[in-house]
């Protein structure tokens, strides 16, 4: 079975720019979280879908973040314009329950 | 509300030693109890859970945690540790009603000298 896929798996851009990050949970999970971890910092919370659904967006930093779930399947992260600050590893997750199951993450550095 | 603390942000043991990592946590509800590792630029992989049942849970490569509700602690034991075990590790916490959304802790770097 499929782990949770995340793409790009590392990526530059300069500040102002745009990135859209995308995730595939693992098959039949409803449920879809994002993470993030700035350079040194904890792991901090994002949001969570479930299915197409946003049931919690209560850690999105600001509006320049956004983050949809076509279909209730993939989802994408979109980071319009782009910080320095911005810079870390963002984790997406999915679970079918009480077990949350992370992906590889993808690394972005704003310059 | 809900929090993980966990003690030391490195541990440096050697090769063969003890492995032990520190995790207190504060819930209002029952909690459900993760230690997650992530070896040097890859992703975050599940160690071990607690939901319910036995307090002692065992996990992969020889980890286990045991949750001790008198001392809201759960901690992350190995007992030899070998160099491959090298790596940050995160105890994380959600609640057992509600939406499952973990709270991690800073995560701890384990150091492992030959």
């Known amino acids: 079975e499929a782990g949770v896929t995340q793409f790009p798996s590392h990526s530059v851009i300069e500040k102002g720019q745009t990135v859209t990050l995308r995730c595939d949970p693992i098959s039949g999970h409803d449920n879809l979280y994002w993470y993030r971890r700035v350079m040194g910092k904890e792991i901090k919370f994002l949001l969570h879908?479930?299915?197409?659904?946003?049931?919690?967006e209560s850690g999105m930093p600001n509006n320049r973040f956004l983050a949809e779930r076509t279909g209730g399947t993939y989802s994408t992260l979109k980071v319009q314009p782009a910080e320095l600050e911005d810079s870390g590893v963002y984790f997406c997750?999915?679970?079918?329950?009480?077990?949350?199951?992370f992906g590889e993450g993808s690394w972005l550095t704003v310059v | 509300a809900q929090s993980v603390t966990q003690l030391g942000s490195h541990v440096s043991v050697s090769e063969g030693a003890l492995v032990l990592l520190r995790c207190n946590y504060s819930?209002?509800?029952?909690?459900?109890l993760f230690w997650y590792v992530q070896y040097p630029n890859q992703g975050l992989q599940l160690l071990l859970k607690y939901t319910t049942g036995a307090t002692l849970v065992k996990g992969i490569n020889g980890f286990e945690a045991e949750f001790k509700k008198s001392e809201t602690s759960f901690h992350l034991t190995k007992p030899s540790a070998h160099m491959s075990d090298a790596a940050e590790y995160f105890c994380a916490v959600t609640s057992s009603g509600g939406s499952y959304i973990p709270t991690f802790g800073r995560g701890t770097s384990l150091i492992v000298h030959p």
């Open positions: 879908f479930v299915k197409e659904s946003k049931q919690d």
């Open positions: 819930s209002s509800v029952p909690p459900y």
């Open positions: 997750a999915s679970s079918p329950g009480n077990t949350i199951y």
